[in-house]
């Protein structure tokens, strides 16, 4: 990005957008107010400030926007921002707190794989609550029971697709390990959940793959054999991400803040092999990419 976070003045008066539309430079100047007004903390340095914002300005953007208007519009919003930048960053940064400042609601947590798609993009909502509508047998049906249809929906969906454990659904809902596991196995039986195929600790639980957007099961397969060498565990977490993607574009950026440092650099070229099962939506000249699962692991 032209200029870099901050220009040596401060403030680049002379820059009013070029060739951006005005409506673009409105939107990028809203949103980063939207979001210094915000009440998540900020890192203490200025210029970590500064990347935050733009990173969470970023997210928006694909948040509200990705699959609703074409790519080319959508980069050009992202044009807008990069060159925009540094030119509203030093007008909106003493909205700010300062590290001595302490927000009005606890830091949220670190972002990771189980909070990065909060809106369910991996699952087909509407077939998993239809499916849901036939398993009332299954459920309990006292009055107060802790486990009912809209919490069990509730549960599933927010998994996106990823595995869980039996603790997960266990203290979820909550009931003692016996009866959970109970009730998982009655959900396997009816088709409606999958086995990891391991034993013990490793055991492991997640929705069939007629109520994901992704096909889950080559996913993994093809996660495993592209990063073959790496820690067991990381081919795993790598597909989990993918499938609870459902497909839209997602930014390297947040990616990277979920998974190993020592290995990231090596994940993205190998999961662009041939096959791909990443493709490069846009390169963003200091924050990597936006990123999305290949169309051949969609489903149909």
């Not at 034993?199 to 592209?226: D, M, N, S």
């Not at 081919?235 to 390297?252: K, M, T, Y």
């Not at 390169?283 to 290949?294: I, K, Q």
């Amino acid at each position: 990005m032209a200029g870099g976070l901050f220009s040596p003045a401060g403030c680049r008066g002379h820059w009013f957008g070029g060739g951006d539309e005005p409506l673009d430079r409105a939107l990028v100047a809203g949103l980063m107010l939207d979001a210094a007004l915000g009440t998540s903390s900020w890192p203490p340095d200025p210029q970590a400030r500064g990347r935050e914002l733009k990173g969470r300005v970023q997210e928006a953007l694909l948040t509200h926007l990705a699959g609703r208007i074409t790519l080319d519009r959508f980069r050009g919003l992202i044009l807008t921002l990069d060159r925009s930048f540094s030119f509203y960053l030093p007008l909106i940064s003493s909205l700010l707190p300062r590290p001595a400042e302490k927000p009005g609601f606890p830091e949220p947590a670190a972002p990771g794989a189980k909070d990065a798609f909060a809106d369910n993009r991996g699952v087909h909502g509407a077939r998993l609550e239809e499916a849901l509508s036939r398993l009332q047998d299954i459920l309990p049906r006292r009055p107060r029971s802790k486990l009912t249809g809209p919490k069990l929906l509730d549960f599933l969906a927010a998994t996106g697709g990823a595995w869980f454990k039996l603790r997960d659904f266990q203290e979820h809902f909550p009931m003692d390990r016996k009866t959970a596991w109970e009730y998982v196995q009655k959900f396997l039986e009816a088709g409606f959940l999958i086995h990891n195929g391991a034993k013990a600790a490793a055991v492991r639980y997640g929705l069939a793959e007629e109520f994901l957007r992704v096909r889950a099961g080559a996913v993994r397969r093809e996660a495993a054999r592209a990063l073959v060498g790496f820690p067991s565990p990381l081919a795993s977490r790598v597909a989990d991400w993918l499938i609870r993607s459902g497909g839209e574009p997602f930014w390297e950026g947040a990616w990277r803040r979920a998974l190993p440092a020592a290995h990231f650099r090596e994940i993205i070229p190998r999961l662009s092999g041939h096959p791909p099962l990443l493709e490069v939506v846009s390169a963003v000249e200091g924050d990597g990419g936006l990123l999305r699962l290949a169309d051949r692991w969609l489903q149909p």
